[in-house]
């Protein structure tokens, strides 16, 4: 079945930028979403298409894909970023979603 | 502005069927053409896709719990429900339901989510 790869943690002090990436076979053929699910809460998805923000999503996250990744970037980050991250598609060769495994952000 | 609320017991025996129903407000299932999913977070771990429907009644599912997961659409209540069969404990998890971003063929991304509901398998 399709695996999307995300790294378990990342850390970075605040106002520094952080980036998450998310490797997949064929990612470039794909959409790709990412969510953002803060301690207790249900997820909020903060990028679409693999770079498009929906509404109300600060200008500070953006998403980008090159080759087999994709990769999630918090510009200035701030202790409110501090959060788990996904990372999803869609697999067309087997009709289901793919998330990936979480990447953990901590904010130093 | 839509608001999905899911509903069900909190505790189910091994080898029972969970049931868990999603209310939604605020928008009528059907007279959007969007996926409504189902989605699953065992404690401390991350989130597993368990299935969608759209609101024909057309299904995708989970490849791993396919053969153990019904997800049905009941329009005139404007709510959709999800049956896992055989539970275990590896079925304990917080279950989400949630609603596509977009119109389209087949489910794509999850937008709006409910506050999700803890079910814990146990005897």
């Known amino acids: 079945s399709y695996v999307l790869t995300q790294p378990p943690s990342v850390s970075v002090a605040p106002g520094q930028t952080a980036r998450i990436s998310c490797a997949g076979n064929s990612i470039g053929s794909k959409s790709v979403f990412w969510y953002q699910q803060r301690s207790g809460q249900a997820p909020v998805l903060v990028v679409s298409d693999d770079s498009d923000r929906p509404s109300g999503i600060p200008e500070r996250l953006s998403g980008s894909k090159s080759g087999i990744t994709a990769t999630l970037t918090i510009s200035r980050v701030e202790a409110g970023d501090e959060a788990d991250y996904y990372c999803?598609?869609?697999?067309?060769?087997?009709?289901?979603?793919?998330f990936g495994g979480g990447t953990k952000l901590t904010v130093l | 502005q839509v608001h999905l609320q899911e509903s069900g017991p909190g505790l189910v025996k091994p080898s029972e069927t969970l049931s868990l129903t999603c209310n939604v407000s605020?928008?009528?299932?059907?007279?959007?053409?969007?996926?409504w999913g189902w989605i699953r977070q065992p404690p401390g771990k991350g989130l597993d896709w368990i299935g969608s429907?759209?609101?024909?009644?057309?299904?995708h599912y989970n490849p791993s719990l396919k053969s153990r997961v019904t997800i049905s659409v009941d329009t005139s209540k404007n709510q959709f429900s999800l049956k896992l069969t055989s539970v275990t404990a590896a079925d304990t998890a917080v279950y989400y339901c949630?609603?596509?971003?977009?119109?389209?063929?087949?489910?794509?991304?999850?937008?709006?989510w409910g506050q999700g509901t803890m079910v814990t398998v146990s005897s």
């Open positions: 605020g928008e009528s299932i059907s007279s959007t053409s969007y996926h």
């Open positions: 429907i759209f609101y024909t009644g057309s299904t």
């Open positions: 949630a609603r596509d971003l977009y119109h389209s063929v087949h489910p794509a991304a999850f937008h709006i």
């Open positions: 999803q598609v869609w697999d067309t060769s087997r009709d289901h979603v793919v």
